[in-house]
DNA sequence: GACGGATACCCACACTTGCGGGTATGGACG
DNA sequence: CGTCCATACCCGCAAGTGTGGGTATCCGTC
């Protein structure tokens, strides 16, 4: 019906990267498939703050090293702006680290720039029904970050399930007083707990236990 | 050279699944795949944790509810006793809330039960890769935690880079006086940063801040 | 040059917390 | 039947913490 070189139903794909031909082969790629085009490349993350609201693109390409505000920050205001724009990160081999931030400023897919085309296209695809696409080194890191929780939350099977409660309380930031009132105890019954809990942690304080149970970060003094 | 029929490099995969039908269907079909066969196939996690240990199979495609012991303690058991034997969680769609305690435990992928075959042997394939194969709405969760995670720390970015350093040392567990040697500050400033640190995070005391800044977790009571 | 913000320090007071001791009951396991 | 553990409570003391006041310098902005 339609004619397949307007591509009437394709979807809108702008691009943020500062070196010129590698956001020109980006811009080409994703005119050559036929469910994306692209009309709007950026050369910096305040170019792209200014153009891309007013356009509305399902989806961004996103660099992350860019000269001026990086491409994180740009992700995280621009997701304030539009939160149904969809982001995907698309960068170097090296900067593997800043996966975290780019997930917390609300990235909905982490790809390396030596991607294949195939997987570009898929990765979009996913993005577009929901996923959010990682190579399969990025989603190792994730799933190292929640392996990490999990080992530090070992200690935590030891303790009985009154004193779970009293550490879950805790990681919310409760004063004794407050689980007391909620658990319908004495503050003195909390007090007691919080020496058993404290001993079978190897903590000494509250701060300590929380940051242990919500626990990612290297160590206290211990 | 080798003969296809006898599979000689295969990859040993085995199955801990309590439903008859389904732990015989996952079998052959396993089998059916010329990189993978299927030597060892378990009814329960007990049954597992006797067996597997002693085959050492590559893989393992876990149930998560079985009868006794959960999928998920086994997936953590199994683990502690060989972290080598990588675990495909492949259970039933409605139980997505048990994505983030399985990572814990330390799976290295999570499917759903109705995903087909090919997706299954992607599955496979990508976790001999290193990889952590999740389905999108796996993945979109898992997002979904970090840009939680993000939010919370939202408020952090107005505070100066000093006061940063502070939660930052909260987060560890440090006592002020602690932070105040790490920092070679005085006691006093250091709670003198605290009161502008609470402000700046609407908290009431250290426990709440790290809560916030570690933050997952609805609310304490602000 | 005034103003705000960041840095750095000090004091006093009330309250909370950590830590050392207790007591008591009930259920589980051998 | 005794021992262990979880549950639940109490007291006191020292130390740490939260809060509300201060003071001072430096630095950038308007």
Redesign the interface.
């Known amino acids: 019906m339609s004619a397949r070189q307007q591509k009437p139903a394709s979807h809108l794909v702008a691009i943020v990267e500062d070196r010129d031909e590698v956001r020109e082969h980006w811009a080409r790629l994703l005119d050559s498939f036929d469910e994306f085009n692209c009309p709007c490349t950026c050369a910096s993350a305040e170019e792209a703050l200014e153009r891309i609201p007013a356009l509305a693109p399902e989806i961004v390409l996103m660099d992350i090293f860019l000269p001026g505000m990086s491409g994180i920050e740009c992700t ?1 205001r621009l997701k304030q702006m539009r939160p149904a724009t969809r982001i995907l990160i698309l960068t170097a081999s090296d900067d593997e680290e800043m996966v ?1 931030p780019a ?6 897919g982490y790809l390396l720039k030596h991607s294949t085309p195939a997987a570009l296209r898929a990765a979009l695809l ?1 993005i577009l ?9 990025i ?2 890191r ?2 190292e970050h ?2 990490k ?2 080992r530090s ?1 070992e200690e935590i099977h030891r303790l009985s399930p009154r004193e779970k409660e009293i550490i879950e309380a ?6 004794n007083k ?1 689980i007391a009132d909620k658990l319908s105890l004495s503050v003195e019954t909390i007090r007691s707990y919080l020496k058993n809990v404290y001993e079978k942690m190897h ?1 000494r ?8 149970y ?8 211990d």
């Open positions: 995280a975290f997930l917390e400023a609300g990235a909905d996913d029904d929901g996923g959010v696409p990682m190579t399969s080194g989603a190792r994730v799933a929640f392996r929780r999990g939350r805790l990681s919310m930031g409760y004063s407050e903590v304080s509250r701060a300590e236990a929380v940051a242990k919500m626990g990612d970060r290297s160590g206290p003094p």
